[in-house]
Nanobody, 129 residues
């Protein structure tokens, strides 16, 4: 069974930073499309950032380009996903989810998250003005 556990969310002021992490039980030697998604109350889920674990290429939503950075860490038996969020805005307030799917990313279309097989439970990010 595949597990993804997010952490690092919290409440911050606009302009501040947060770093989210996602601990997974996924095989670090396999290729995945990993991503961060978010959903605010009353809004549809939005893809924020993707990383193809091999070769490590990234894709970002226009709304976060230049502010958010997705990265990965491969250890002996674990794959960890990170999301560094800088210059946070109130519009970034949402529940943030980590997700993964075997195989590489399919370009920006993967930002829909429709094909992702594995999902975490989410971590809340609240940005106040």
């Amino acid at each position: 069974q595949t597990h993804l556990v997010e952490s690092g969310g919290g409440s911050v002021q606009a302009g501040e930073s947060l770093r989210l992490s996602c601990a997974t039980s996924m095989n670090p030697y396999r290729r995945y499309c990993m991503g961060w998604f978010r959903q605010a109350p009353g809004k549809e889920r939005e893809g924020v950032a993707l990383i193809d674990t091999s070769p490590g290429s990234t894709i970002y939503a226009d709304s976060v380009k230049g502010r958010f950075t997705i990265s990965q860490e491969k250890a002996k038996n674990t794959l960890t996903l990170w999301l560094q969020m800088n210059s946070l805005k109130p519009d970034d307030t949402a529940m943030y989810y980590c997700a993964g799917d075997p195989g590489g990313c399919s370009g920006s279309s993967s930002l829909s998250g429709a094909t992702f097989r594995y999902w975490g439970q989410g971590t809340q990010v609240t940005v106040s003005s």
